[in-house]
Nanobody, 120 residues
């Protein structure tokens, strides 16, 4: 099992910045990709950014140039640096850990979520 604990959410004005953290513990070696997802009010959960074990990253078009995902392997922590925040970024942000077992079946671990609210 893997446990993911997010922190760093809060209330910020439009144009402001926040950094989210996701601390992983447990069978971390079973995780290939770490990522951030978000779910806004009345919306489905969507991918924000992912980072592979090799350090490759991918971002949703809506956050490219504003959000940066990174990882500190020594601390088993993944970060999401967010700048130039917009009211439409308001959402619960979830940390995700994704792995693939020896049969090729994928599995996911989720954190409890952290609220990000951007005021206009």
């Amino acid at each position: 099992q893997v446990q993911l604990v997010e922190s760093g959410g809060g209330l910020v004005q439009a144009g402001g910045s926040l950094r989210l953290s996701c601390a992983a513990s447990g069978r971390i070696s079973s995780i290939n990709t770490m990522g951030w997802y978000r779910q806004g009010p009345g919306k489905q959960r969507e991918l924000v950014a992912v980072i592979t074990s090799g350090g490759s990253t991918n971002y949703a078009d809506s956050v490219k140039g504003r959000f940066t995902i990174s990882r500190d392997e020594a601390k088993n922590t993944v970060y999401l640096q967010m700048i130039s925040l917009k009211p439409e970024d308001t959402a619960v942000f979830y940390c995700n850990g994704h792995g693939v077992n020896s049969w090729g079946r994928g599995y996911d671990y989720w954190g409890q979520g952290t609220q990000v609210t951007v005021s206009s």
